[in-house]
């Protein structure tokens, strides 16, 4: 499936690239999948999977902020309610994952669908400020609802049997399924991206007069990219809240929502593989730095001040514009 | 744009191998000891960071070996993150060789890293951690919970107040630890008899009580009890002042208050203030000579919940050496047979549940003027026996044993 796509932007790259890069693609794709394959063999599962969670959950904010030009400060309404909604279904109502996963996705789906027919209506400060608010509402439920369990949270929530036959409590077949989730995830961005649909969603972002006098109905394009975003910060919300068995009030609250801005930022917006860098490095540091005596916060906040003077493409988009041709 | 898209899924597979600074280290050599606590967040002053001096205070007494092994402490702050806690617990646990692990200031830690312990058989002593769960349904053969409930504290305070006081209004904070402080002592009021006048909830981190403060002044209850803690009993305490709560004829009682929080606080604002600590370094000589040692090397006095570490991690050394391994099911077995008994916890023991148990003990804030060191903050208005304080075992814990 990812050698298609892969084959697929492989063209409609050449169309735009200079000759020669090609041919590298799959080889780059290649060697990519199978660093991610042998990972777990090197380093600790549980951090790589809380990597990967992190990572699809900012490629969903950085589809929205990269691509349609809409700065989501709410990100984590989503993100934690899918957490919540799985680790209740696999918990309370002893749903398989991929069900729980599932029906977590799509209740984020469907409040990204109310959120956006809200807060698409506005630009820039006042989107960002409505989306804020619209998540700490949801954060408010979060801690008063009886199934939550307030700030205890949800806690030991099972694995369980992938499709009846996995055994998720095996690091390693959960860390692939995570993988797998991810990869799926990522593809779909990836598809959303460099589709017309993408190249509307671009045109938005630049030119949102010109985009409409060109006879797009851009609030459709908008509502659109942002159920696409929520369903998938819904689906990284669902996969962390089985990798940890647990859901948290730190997941709803707003300083995820920054977290994830701040990820997208650091490893480069609107770059595809930015997030991905930037949610790598974030947790990186928030767990090798815990066992030193640094104060994490105050690392991660020089960090994003010396990104912000120095290097405001971030890491990814920094390296794309001073790649050799 | 795309055509260096694969480029860059190598290089940010590069970054995660590079960054994997943790290497295993090599377990057997020497007994670990793992605190995951706050180092950097809003409670780190409260318990983390001086938890680390605490539990290197335990070693040191200790000797600094045990069974020929030398004991070592890591120390890592969870950032009030359950999962942070829970991946750096995995891999204590897992590839670190880590033996206990202690600490974990927030519930949600608490309970995280125990279903982590509890599934690997591997033992936690929770010092930190208030849930009533934690010696309820989620109680564990290997753990253990040394700071004290909820229930505990909130119960004790009001079983005795209320032999004198019978109406009471009830300031929450509305979040479940302040409605489980609350509940805890809305039952005991109405088994005592006394009366709860009203009940006023708060959003956290309120910066102005005075509309719950007219309310409570208006209920005509003789006692305001604030079920909330930090911050919000700091600054209730000190708007209560000018509100003139207490010239109005009402005590204050805080159901979750620390004495090292007395001195942040001006002298009008909080004295005559009753609360019940687990800690009181006045009970003895030995008590205030630990305190003392305490603040030269912190230079802060000790809290409740840095107390309950240095005693936890004293007291597993202790079971390690009686049991002569680091095996979890032996250690425990030791931890709970032999007695506790340190300068911290004085005399206790440890129950079947997991519940430490120890006297408390129902403080009152001294006036400033009758202060005559910094030792000396409050009296002392009962000794409250461990097992009137903490009850009867709970139904809801059950342990295959």
Known sequence: MTSQIGAET????????????????????????LLAVAAPFALYPVFLMKVLCFALFACAFNLLIGFAGLMSFGHA?????AAYVAAHAA????????????????????????????????????????????????????????FTHGEDGIQAVPRGMLFGVIDLMDPLAM????????????????????????????AIRENEPRAISLGYRTERYKLLAFVLSAALAGLAGATKALVFQLASLTDVTWQMSGEVVLMTLLGGMGTLFGPVVGAALVVTLESYLAATSLPVPVVIGCIFVVCVLVFRRGIVGELLARWPK | MTKRAPTMAVAAGCLLLACAGGTARAAGDSVIIGLLDDLSGPTADLSGKGKVVAAQMAIDDFGGSVLGKPVKLLASDHQNKPEIASTQAREWYDRDGVDMITGMSNSAVALAVRAIARER??????????????????????????????????????????QTEKSWFML??????????????????????????????????????????????????????LSNTGNDTLTALKQANEFGIRESGMSIVGLYFDTTQIRALEDAAVKGLIYTSSFFWNRDAQATAWAKRFMDQRGALPSQSQAATYSSVLHYLK???????????????????????????????????????????????????????????????????????????STECHLKS
């Open chain 2, 121 to 162: 058989g591997k033992v936690d002593v929770i010092a930190g951690g208030t849930a009533d769960s934690l010696v309820g349904a989620d109680c564990s053969p290997t753990g253990i919970l040394w700071t004290a409930t909820a229930r505990a504290i909130a119960g004790t305070t009001a079983a005795v107040v209320s």
């Open chain 2, 319 to 393: 079971a390690v050496k009686a049991a002569g391994t680091t095996d979890s099911a032996k250690v425990i077995a030791e931890m709970r047979r032999i007695p506790v008994e340190d300068p911290v916890t004085g005399k206790g023991w440890i129950r079947e549940d997991g519940r430490v148990m120890y006297d408390m003990y129902v403080m009152k804030a001294k006036p400033r003027e009758a202060m005559t060191g910094p030792l000396d903050v409050v009296e002392l208005v009962k000794t409250v026996p461990a097992d009137e304080a903490f009850g009867p075992v």
């Open chain 1, 175 to 202: 860390y692939y399924s995570v993988l797998a989730v991810f990869l799926a995830g990522f593809a779909l961005v990836w598809r959303a991206v460099n589709s017309p649909f993408g190249q509307v969603l671009k």
């Open chain 1, 77 to 81: 309404a989503f993100f934690g309610t």
């Open chain 2, 172 to 225: 929450t904070v509305d979040y479940s630890g302040g409605k489980s402080l609350e509940a805890a002592a809305v039952e005991v009021l109405k088994s005592k008899g006394a009366t709860v006048a009203g009940i006023a909830r708060h959003p956290f981190n309120t910066a102005d009580f005075s509309s719950f403060l007219l309310q409570a002044q208006s209920s005509g209850a003789k006692v305001l009890a």
């Open chain 1, 91 to 146: 918990k309370a109502w002893a749903l398989p994952p991929e069900l729980a996963v599932l029906a977590a996705t799509l209740v984020a789906a469907a409040l990204g669908l109310v959120f956006g027919a809200i807060a698409i209506r506005r630009q820039g400060i006042y989107f960002a400020m409505i989306t804020l608010a619209l998540s700490q509402m949801i954060y408010f439920l979060a801690l008063q609802l009886p």
């Open chain 1, 10 to 33: 492989g063209v409609e790259a050449g169309v735009r690239a200079p000759a020669g890069t090609g041919a590298r693609t799959p080889l780059l794709v290649g060697a990519g999948l």
